[in-house]
């Protein structure tokens, strides 16, 4: 959870860079008060996110409520950069009867849903980064995750949120009712918009009741297409499950450890199925159906939630290894059709090998959501740039006929940020992001909320990394100790 907040700088209005420079801590800590102020070395953790990308912050402040998120100029001087990681003060409160929650936008997901579960409920978006990012951070990016095919993302729970404007007005949108038919769709607007309209400080959700029971399965298989052509047959065949994860031969060899003895040294593909339900028997029942209609050439199906765990553990275990290689990985996030998803690999597996960067891939399969990973060394970073672009431009061609253009995402659950703003008018055309740079000017016309995100800067083309701040890496910053002890 962390933020940019070098472009903090630029924000106040009619302020000289330098005056701003000098004047802005102190404005900062005499709002929040010392407690809630951060300068110096306290700082190191917020000068860079999981990206390769880094900044070096005067300053962060941690918020205790909405008001002090409101108060006269701490949105005006400080910008959403700085102040996002805060609030986590606020509780949890769950509202069993209703079934939902509400919470501080500072709440880490991971003890949002603890919270639902001892109530038997549960809050189900589940990112993979569920222990470290927060409800806030969720929210502002529509996060997905395992859970997506069965239970949706961040914005089918969001169901209200406190909201300080650019201006420092604050706006309550949206509350504990399920429905609502009235006015403007205000507060989904708000979901996904990466801090750049407004900073959420509170957040209500919807819960839904926890499964009582899940059965899990890890099924191999001899190619990438038999898999991908197997989680389509089984959607078809009418399985519905909880989470269906691909993970293809790099990937697999990445997280040799975690895996069943015995279980990789053939395979080319892997998909972790899990169902849920409340009828233990019959989930199950259900599973070992399924894994019947995924026909891999080898199965394993957990018999206690001890095996479960283990089996989760080598997909989740993935994002730490890439974590362990701070500054030499670049992970993607596109989306294809479903049916694409084998050919989408078969393209990423062509460009490793025209390229000899080692390329692995991960992805959400049931929701055509992959994570194509570029490991490189320093020697090969000069390629990483193209061989990005290229993968984006591959998820374009395939994103179906009905709108060849629109068909993909270049995000389907980080978001764009500043690294892929450049990408962004592919994905929606000129005339969306029009729109949404007019929604921009009138909720924020100063442009001080995390500005340089999401709108593109410069053509989108194959050099687009090397653009970006901390590409070429400073070799006397220290160690990502927050990631590394993950
Ligand atoms: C190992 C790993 C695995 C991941 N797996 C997944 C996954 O499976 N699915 C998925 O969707 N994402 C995943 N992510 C991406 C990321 O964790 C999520 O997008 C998450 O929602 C970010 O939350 P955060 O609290 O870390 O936000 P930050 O990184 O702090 O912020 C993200 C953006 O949101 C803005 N923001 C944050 N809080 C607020 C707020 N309160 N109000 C307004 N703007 C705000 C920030 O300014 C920034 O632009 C993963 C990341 C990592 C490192």
């Known amino acids: 959870m962390t933020s940019y907040v070098s472009s903090a700088i630029s924000l106040t209005h009619g302020d000289s860079v330098e005056t701003v420079t000098q004047a802005l801590p102190d404005r900062l800590r005499a709002i929040v008060g010392s407690e809630h102020f951060l300068q110096g070395e ?23 409520d909405t008001e002090q998120v409101a108060a006269p100029n701490t949105v005006a001087t400080a910008g959403a950069g700085v102040i996002t990681a805060a609030l986590d003060r606020a509780a949890n409160e769950v509202d069993a009867p209703n079934t939902v929650a509400t919470a501080g936008a500072g709440v880490i997901t991971a003890a949002l849903d603890r919270a639902a579960n001892e109530h038997g409920l549960m809050y189900p978006p589940d990112p993979a980064s569920i222990e470290m990012s927060t409800i806030g951070g969720n929210v502002a990016c529509n996060s997905g995750g395992m859970r997506c095919i069965k239970y949706g993302v961040t914005a089918d729970y969001v169901i209200g949120a406190t909201v300080v404007l650019a201006d420092g007005r604050v706006m309550r949108l949206g509350g504990k009712l399920r429905k609502r038919a009235s006015g403007y769709r205000l507060l989904q607007l708000f979901i996904g918009s990466e801090g750049t309209l407004g900073i959420i400080t509170e957040v209500i959700v919807k819960l839904v009741p926890l499964p009582r029971f899940r059965a899990t399965a890890m099924v191999g298989f ?47 593909a892997v998909l972790i199925v899990e169902l849920d339900g409340n009828d233990e028997e019959f989930v199950q029942l259900d599973l070992m159906r399924m894994v019947e209609v995924l026909d891999g050439v080898d199965n394993r199906i957990a018999q206690s939630s001890l095996e479960r765990d283990k089996l989760w553990d080598a997909r989740r275990s993935f994002g730490k290894v890439l974590m362990a290689m701070p500054k030499n990985f670049f992970a993607e996030d596109v989306a294809v059709p479903i049916v694409e998803v084998p050919e989408m690999i078969r393209r990423v597996h062509e460009l490793a090998r025209q390229t000899g960067l080692r390329i692995v891939t991960v992805g959400h399969a049931g929701d055509g959501n992959l994570h194509p990973t570029i490991l490189f060394t320093d020697d090969q970073r000069h390629l990483v740039s193209h061989a990005a672009a290229q993968i984006f431009r591959d998820a374009l061609s395939l994103g179906g006929s009905v709108s060849a253009e629109h068909g993909l995402s270049v995000s389907a659950e980080h978001g764009l940020g500043a690294l892929k703003r450049d990408f962004a008018e592919r994905e929606h055309g000129p005339i969306a992001i029009e729109l949404m740079k007019q929604m921009k000017a009138t909720l924020d016309p100063h442009g001080i909320l995390n500005p340089h995100k999401i709108f593109p800067e410069q053509p989108a083309d194959d050099e687009f990394l090397n653009a970006m701040p901390g590409w070429i890496p400073d070799p006397n910053r220290r160690p990502r100790k927050a990631e590394l002890g993950l």
């Not at 306290?42 to 900044?55: K, P, S, V």
């Not at 297409?225 to 989680?231: I, P, R």
């Open 42 to 64: 306290r700082m190191d953790e917020y000068g860079h996110d999981a990206t390769f990308m880094e900044a070096s912050p005067l300053c962060a402040v941690r918020p205790a």
């Open 222 to 268: 001899a190619s990438l297409e038999e898999a991908g052509v197997a989680v389509s047959r089984s959607l078809a065949a009418g399985h519905f499950p909880a989470a269906i994860e691909i993970l293809d031969r790099g990937s697999l060899e990445l997280v040799r450890d975690k895996l069943p003895p015995g279980f990789e040294p053939h395979l080319e």
